[in-house]
């Protein structure tokens, strides 16, 4: 029994692009696939050759680009990790102090008192 290679996604979705170069639908069709296989770069490649190659096709190519560049940003927020919050390590350090010295306190009453 024969097998064919599975198809890659972006080719499937690129393919259907470039047949309906003028519908929004399969543009954004095809950007959804690259985000979901986290491949966003491929999908920027593609857009600048056709920019690049073919000037009937460059205005939506560089629309395309800037919505890229502006999912890419979006992606880098999204994985940016905050500074901790040194608030709340002083506060746990202060009551950490706290309780070690009237645990102290109330060691050295049980010594004075025995």
Known sequence: MLFSSPVDPIEEAWARVEAEWGNEDAHRRFVGVCVA???????????????????????????????????????LQDTRVLPANTEHKRTLT??????MLVL???????????
């Open 37 to 75: 296989l986290d491949r966003l770069p491929e999908a920027g490649k593609r857009y600048r050759e056709v920019r690049e190659t073919d000037p009937a096709r460059r205005d939506e190519a560089a629309k395309q680009i800037d919505t890229l560049i502006v999912l890419a940003t979006q992606q």
């Open 104 to 114: 102290m306190g109330a060691g050295v009453l049980l010594l004075l008192r025995g």
């Open 94 to 99: 202060w009551a950490a102090f706290f309780i």
